[in-house]
């Protein structure tokens, strides 16, 4: 078994260059830092160095050991670190995901925003829970699920968020332009639909899922990127489902419609879920997130 005193061994050596200047670094003398690259190698049975013209050079095997140590050591120096600052109260964790992806172009702000005015706190995007971010969090991986579903299972609990609203997008030249008001979903069985990856959006395949239950679109197709569903729209390919702040960077030029959909599901709620409804940092991150939103609803109100 290797042992990190194994790593730390074989990493001052090579950086010495000499078992004598090593065994300095170590605190330890020649003959017993001499012992320990013994034993060493007697429980691996293999070298690892051999002598070249008076220098010490790593064999296969010790380059191995080596590599291992380069990343481990710096790793386990962290890990003390923060453990000695977990004691003193000096750093927190904050786990995030979100049931769809296209969440993350405005959660980086609001985390970066966080990070200026708590720089001990370590804030991270688990991309791999967007999924399943509700499993994630009652399984411990989460801190925060940004869900928009509004049964939340036991044990959980949520803070309001902001609410927005999912539109129908038409390229400005569609024949429902200025005929319709607002579309149901019978409307769309004359219509080929681009649509988000059932993976890639959750949220809004659910609703979609409700919404087209009694009548489905001419034809679907779904995309993983928003940018590729906006210039297929733009281009007379089809139509899309976006919600509202998701679809708001791409209306600037006017050459794309928005209309409502025949649903009270149009309009939905999204919160911050948690296990810890005490926890101040969970609480200043879902006030950061309200007020993101705040600052982005006023904006376009003017």
Same mark, same amino acid.
């Given at each position: 078994?290797?042992t990190?005193?194994?790593l730390?061994? =074989?990493? %001052?050596?090579?950086?010495?260059g000499?078992?004598?200047?090593a065994? #300095?670094k170590m605190?330890?003398?020649q003959?017993?830092l001499?012992?320990q *690259?013994?034993?060493l /190698?007697?429980?691996? #049975?293999l070298?690892?160095f051999e002598?070249?013209n008076?220098?010490l050079l790593?064999?296969a095997a010790g380059?191995?050991v080596?590599?291992s140590a380069?990343n481990?050591? !710096?790793?386990l120096?962290?890990?003390?670190e923060?453990?000695?600052?977990?004691r003193k109260?000096?750093l927190?964790t904050l786990?995030? @995901?979100t049931?769809?992806?296209?969440?993350?172009h405005w959660? !980086?702000?609001?985390?970066?925003e966080?990070?200026?005015? %708590?720089?001990?706190?370590?804030i991270?995007?688990?991309?791999?829970?967007?999924?399943?971010?509700? @499993?994630?969090? *009652?399984?411990? /991986?989460?801190?925060?699920?940004? =869900?928009?579903?509004?049964a939340?299972?036991?044990g959980?609990?949520?803070?309001?968020l902001?609410?927005?609203? =999912? =539109?129908?997008?038409?390229?400005?030249n569609?024949?429902?332009v200025? %005929?319709?008001?607002?579309?149901t979903?019978e409307?769309?069985?004359?219509e080929h639909?681009?649509?988000?990856?059932?993976a /890639?959006?959750? #949220?809004?395949?659910?609703?979609?899922?409700?919404?087209?239950?009694e009548?489905r !679109?001419?034809?679907?197709?779904?995309?993983?990127l928003?940018?590729?569903?906006?210039?297929?729209?733009?281009?007379?390919?089809g139509?899309?489902i976006?919600?509202?702040?998701?679809i708001?960077?791409y209306?600037?030029h006017?050459d794309l419609?928005?209309?409502?959909?025949?649903?009270?599901m149009?309009k939905?709620?999204?919160?911050?879920?948690?296990?810890d409804?005490?926890? !101040? *940092?969970?609480?200043?991150?879902?006030? %950061?997130?309200r007020?993101?939103?705040?600052a982005?609803?006023?904006?376009?109100s003017?």
């Amino acid at each position: 078994m290797i042992t990190t005193n194994d790593l730390q061994l =074989v990493s %001052h050596i090579v950086a010495e260059g000499s078992l004598t200047r090593a065994a #300095g670094k170590m605190y330890l003398t020649q003959s017993a830092l001499s012992h320990q *690259l013994k034993d060493l /190698e007697k429980r691996t #049975g293999l070298p690892m160095f051999e002598r070249v013209n008076k220098k010490l050079l790593l064999t296969a095997a010790g380059r191995r050991v080596m590599e291992s140590a380069t990343n481990i050591l !710096p790793q386990l120096t962290r890990l003390q670190e923060d453990i000695q600052a977990y004691r003193k109260g000096k750093l927190q964790t904050l786990r995030i @995901s979100t049931e769809c992806y296209t969440c993350y172009h405005w959660l !980086p702000r609001v985390i970066t925003e966080l990070k200026s005015k %708590h720089p001990h706190v370590e804030i991270s995007i688990v991309a791999a829970a967007t999924q399943k971010p509700l @499993s994630y969090l *009652l399984n411990g /991986e989460l801190d925060v699920a940004i =869900v928009s579903d509004n049964a939340a299972p036991a044990g959980v609990y949520t803070h309001t968020l902001f609410h927005d609203e =999912v =539109v129908v997008v038409l390229p400005h030249n569609h024949p429902f332009v200025g %005929h319709k008001k607002s579309l149901t979903a019978e409307d769309f069985a004359t219509e080929h639909l681009l649509s988000y990856d059932v993976a /890639e959006e959750a #949220g809004t395949h659910n609703m979609m899922r409700d919404f087209f239950r009694e009548s489905r !679109p001419k034809a679907i197709t779904r995309l993983q990127l928003t940018e590729a569903i906006v210039e297929m729209i733009r281009a007379g390919m089809g139509i899309g489902i976006f919600a509202t702040w998701a679809i708001a960077p791409y209306l600037q030029h006017r050459d794309l419609i928005t209309l409502p959909l025949q649903t009270p599901m149009r309009k939905r709620t999204w919160r911050a879920a948690c296990l810890d409804k005490n926890n !101040p *940092l969970i609480r200043q991150f879902v006030e %950061h997130i309200r007020q993101y939103f705040k600052a982005a609803d006023q904006k376009q109100s003017k």
